[in-house]
């Protein structure tokens, strides 16, 4: 069975060479010098990637359509914004937390019997 899988091109500036890789393949990954190069190689190694999973008898993923790649990024970015969404929540709420915490602390020590308040709760 002959699979068509889109390929990711990214330029490393650590390895000075230009990185494919293959999203439905995880670890399906090859460089070269040139984008030309990078894709040779990357077919060689999702070719070595099929066959192994082929002969450990995993499922071989099969090639997202453009569709498939808008949905995926769709959700990834979703779940990216839920997870800020829900970081800057939390981090209100302490915010928030402390403030009515610190506010409390100062109309306490702020009022006139804050002295015997402070023995009444020393015994406590």
């Known amino acids: ?12 500036k650590e390895d000075k060479a230009y990185l494919a890789m293959i999203p439905e393949l995880p670890g399906c990954m090859a460089d070269g010098p040139t984008q030309e190069e990078a894709i040779k190689n990357i ?17 071989i993923p099969k090639p ?3 569709e498939d790649h808008e949905e995926a990024n769709r ?5 990216i914004e839920d997870h800020i969404q829900k970081q800057v929540s939390e981090a209100v709420q302490s915010i928030l937390a402390q403030l009515v915490e610190q506010s409390e602390q100062q109309a306490w020590l702020g009022s006139e019997s804050w002295s015997r308040k402070l023995i009444v709760h ?3």
């Open 122 to 124: 020393a015994g406590d």
């Open 43 to 59: 077919r060689v190694v999702a070719q070595e990637w099929i066959e192994i999973a082929t002969n450990e008898g995993r499922t």
């Open 1 to 12: 069975m002959k699979y068509e899988y889109s390929v990711q091109i990214v330029w490393s």
């Open 64 to 66: 997202m359509s453009a």
């Open 75 to 79: 959700q990834m970015r979703k779940n």
